[in-house]
Nanobody
Framework: QVQLVESGGGLVQSGGSLRLSCAAS????????MGWFRQAPGKEREFVTA????????RYADSVKGRFTISRDNAKNTVYLQMNSLKPEDTAVYYC???????????????WGKGTLVTVAS
């Protein structure tokens, strides 16, 4: 069992930055691929980014490429999402995800966090 707790969400102006963190319980963090998904009001949950177990590989949705960066610290059992040049359309609840399989797919993720709200004001 893996428990994921996100933090770092909030209100930011368009063009601003936020850094999300996701702390994982347990001693098997490095055994999981990690990722971030988001869900805007009235929309389905969508993939944002993911990172391999060692952190050596990443994948991004086209909508965030060049603006968002995912990273992980296996010693701290934590995955991060640095979000720059934020846009109003980035407003959503952001969810941390852990999965034994790659790529991460919303319908088959092993573990989810409860989410953190990011609001980007225009």
């Amino acid at each position: 069992q893996v428990q994921l707790v996100e933090s770092g969400g909030g209100l930011v102006q368009s063009g601003g930055s936020l850094r999300l963190s996701c702390a994982a319980s347990g001693r098997t963090f490095s055994s999981y691929f990690m990722g971030w998904f988001r869900q805007a009001p009235g929309k389905e949950r969508e993939f944002v980014t993911a990172i391999t177990k060692s952190g050596g590989g990443t994948r991004y949705a086209d909508s965030v490429k060049g603006r968002f960066t995912i990273s992980r610290d296996n010693a701290k059992n934590t995955v991060y999402l640095q979000m720059n040049s934020l846009k109003p359309e980035d407003t959503a609840v952001y969810y941390c995800a852990a999965d034994r399989d790659w790529p991460l797919i919303a319908g088959s993720v092993d573990y989810w966090g409860k989410g953190t709200l990011v609001t980007v004001a225009s």
